[in-house]
T-cell receptor, first 114, second 118 residues
Framework: AQSVTQLGSHVSVSEGALVLLRCNYSSSVPPYLFWYVQYPNQGLQLLLKYTTGATLVKGINGFEAEFKKSETSFHLTKPSAHMSDAAEYFCAVRAMNRDDKIIFGKGTRLHILP | SAVISQKPSRDICQRGTSLTIQCQVDSQVTMMFWYRQQPGQSLTLIATANQGSEATYESGFVIDKFPISRPNLTFSTLTVSNMSPEDSSIYLC???????????????FGAGSRLTVL
């Protein structure tokens, strides 16, 4: 079975500062890992995903995440926050090579301070 | 990726009534998914809607409360029946991009339907 824990339901950073959103997962089999973003009044859209290969994954809008198996983590980062990054971010996990359902974290709302 | 249109985008409903949410996809898809997003909670899968067969419901969700239709490969509806304030939530339609190996497929979501039950 898979589960996802996102540390911090709300994170505030200043514009231009580093963004770090934490995600830890639990999976009995090798996982696929995803980050989705939800802007106000919109559905979720994929930021990036880890399947196999390189553990540092680059996504849209300057975001990236690193899969660390030893730490069971998949933290999302961006070097410099922009006001337009204010949104809710969801980490998700799914079992590799299976059609099991995707499991979402509770989400982290990112606030950007001017 | 698929483009999903969902309506209504929001509604305010009276206790005891039912509301049907529509989901239209711009391409044919095998499976469509209905999620509930409650404030401060994870997205929770309600059911998987398969064309030509009954929907498959997750634990804690039943057909009498959340009947689903899937008349063709581009359309589905979810009805929230006999609503109570606890049903106030965002309901999201989703489809899976089947490019790639199992499990690596990406979900595409509609904009969601925000229901408030008074």
């Amino acid at each position: 079975a898979q589960s996802v824990t996102q540390l911090g339901s709300h994170v505030s950073v200043s514009e231009g500062a580093l963004v770090l959103l934490r995600c830890n997962y639990s999976s009995s089999v090798p996982p696929y890992l995803f980050w989705y973003v939800q802007y106000p009044n919109q559905g979720l859209q994929l930021l990036l995903k880890y399947t196999t290969g390189a553990t540092l994954v680059k996504g849209i809008n300057g975001f990236e995440a690193e899969f660390k198996k030893s730490e069971t983590s998949f933290h999302l980062t961006k070097p410099s926050a922009h006001m337009s990054d204010a949104a809710e971010y969801f980490c998700a996990v799914r079992a590799m090579n299976r059609d099991d359902k995707i499991i979402f974290g509770k989400g982290t709302r990112l606030h950007i301070l001017p | 990726s698929a483009v999903i249109s969902q309506k209504p985008s929001r509604d305010i409903c009276q206790r005891g009534t039912s509301l049907t949410i529509q989901c239209q996809v711009d391409s044919q898809v095998t499976m469509m998914f209905w999620y509930r997003q409650q404030p401060g909670q994870s997205l929770t899968l309600i059911a998987t809607a398969n064309q030509g067969s009954e929907a498959t419901y997750e634990s804690g969700f039943v057909i009498d409360k959340f009947p689903i239709s899937r008349p063709n490969l581009t359309f589905s509806t979810l009805t929230v029946s006999n609503m109570s304030p606890e049903d106030s939530s965002i309901y999201l339609c989703s489809v899976e991009d089947r490019i790639g190996q199992k499990g690596a497929n990406v979900l595409t979501f509609g904009a969601g339907s925000r229901l408030t039950v008074l």
